[in-house]
């Protein structure tokens, strides 16, 4: 069975700060997700990494694929209010059409 | 492109009753995938659709069942209603044979069962 862990699971933090987000597996991913989950909606993909080693930048957000594909990071710098939400990361295997889910960071940014 | 739409948005059952959700996954997908998600247990996968065969199940009692029809559109039943099914239901679509496996939710049904 693979699993995914996040850390942390909660951070709250100030308007204007850093925060890096990490996902750890002891099993080998093909791909790794991250998506955002607002209250009373369904989680939105943010990226896709696929290579060992990979670096994505969205924005201010900045996700990191290990080398040996079994961990990821993703990184906010200036956090701003709206980036408030839970933080997903789906690991996909070599089973096809099923993907792990880590369970989640809640990340508050205050004002 | 429509995204993924799930029907209804929300819904409160009684013990004991069954209920079906529906969802509409993105023009072209041929994969729907259910999930759970409550706030102790994070996100739990039920069942996996892919050209309506069921290619894989998570670790839910057979009262969880679903299907998918020909247009991908799939359906999610629950027979014999517990307190403990209260959640949100999401349904994702992806493609389902891309290796990268990315999914795309639809907004889910709020199920509270008093």
């Known amino acids: 069975t693979q699993l995914l862990e996040q850390s942390p699971q909660f951070l709250s933090i100030q308007e204007g700060e850093n925060l890096t987000v990490y996902c750890n597996s002891s099993s080998v991913f093909s791909s790794l997700q991250w998506y955002r989950q607002e209250p009373g909606e369904g989680p939105v993909l943010l990226v896709t990494?696929?290579?060992?080693?990979e670096v994505k930048k969205l924005k201010r957000l900045t996700f990191q694929f290990g080398d040996a594909r079994k961990d990821s990071s993703l990184h906010i710098t200036a956090a701003q209010p709206g980036d408030t939400g839970l933080y997903l990361c789906?690991?996909?295997?070599?089973?096809?059409?099923?993907?792990?889910f880590g369970d989640g960071t809640t990340l508050t940014v205050k004002p | 492109k429509a995204g993924v739409t799930q029907t209804p948005r929300y819904l409160i059952k009684t013990r004991g009753q069954q209920v079906t959700l529906s969802c509409s996954p993105i023009s072209g997908h041929r994969s729907v995938s259910w999930y759970q998600q409550t706030p102790g247990q994070g996100l739990q996968f039920l069942f996996e659709?892919?050209?309506?065969?069921?290619?894989n199940k998570g670790n839910f009692p057979g009262r969880f069942s679903g299907r998918q029809f020909s247009n991908s559109r799939s359906e999610m039943n629950v027979s014999t209603l517990e307190l403990g099914d209260s959640a949100l239901y999401l349904c994702a679509s992806s493609l389902g044979d891309s290796p990268s496996y990315e999914q795309y939710f639809g907004p889910g049904t709020r199920l509270t069962v008093t």
């Open positions: 990494v696929v290579t060992g080693g």
């Open positions: 659709y892919f050209s309506e065969t069921q290619r």
């Open positions: 789906a690991g996909a295997g070599t089973n096809a059409g099923k993907s792990t």
